[in-house]
């Protein structure tokens, strides 16, 4: 088995789980995983990587919202939602559906940065220390873009859905 071949062995759940997370569409997630991992080929062979996981991982995230930005720019917007008790339901099931579809594509809609500290923190339940770690960043700067994503995307998902 080749280095190549081992870090794609030891790393694939990881950036299938951060993509699908993000995107919770597995031919996109597919999709998504292809990719990180021919970035990551092609980063590979341009300098050492320090740590694999938090590379793939960062990649993983970041490709994930472009495809959410892909997926916005194809579609129309959702009509409104009234939120309603969890029991199960049919009804309750549809309408998690599109709040999940609703905040994946509000996060779409954040700077690269916030999306992806979003992203990191509460998809994949990283400590700021972890994120700031695999974003190469210090951890106030993570809490700085985690208020701003929050406060975006309040302000996204409180606004009356278009079309109304």
């Known amino acids: 088995m080749t280095e190549w071949d081992r870090i794609v062995q030891e790393h694939g759940q990881l950036v299938f789980g951060t993509a699908w997370r993000v995107l919770g569409h597995v031919a996109d997630?597919?999709?998504?995983?292809?990719?990180?991992?021919?970035?990551?080929?092609?980063?590979?062979?341009?300098?050492?990587?320090?740590s694999w996981g938090g590379l793939l991982r960062r990649l993983a995230a970041c490709r994930a919202i472009d495809r959410l930005r892909?997926?916005?720019a194809n579609h129309s917007s959702l009509e409104g939602l009234a939120l309603a008790a969890h029991d199960d339901s049919?009804?309750?099931v549809a309408v998690e559906h599109e709040l999940s579809d609703r905040l994946r594509e509000a996060v779409a809609q954040l700077p690269e940065r916030e999306g992806t500290v979003f992203c990191l923190r509460y998809f994949d339940d990283l400590s700021y220390q972890r994120i700031a770690e695999i974003l190469n960043i210090r951890s106030g700067a993570v809490a700085?873009?985690?208020?701003?994503?929050?406060?975006?995307?309040?302000?996204?998902?409180?606004e009356a859905p278009k079309g109304d």
């Open 90 to 92: 049919p009804e309750d």
């Open 29 to 50: 997630t597919e999709d998504v995983v292809q990719e990180v991992f021919i970035e990551a080929d092609r980063i590979r062979q341009t300098r050492p990587v320090r």
């Open 144 to 158: 700085v873009a985690l208020h701003k994503a929050r406060t975006k995307l309040e302000a996204l998902l409180t």
């Open 70 to 72: 892909q997926r916005r």
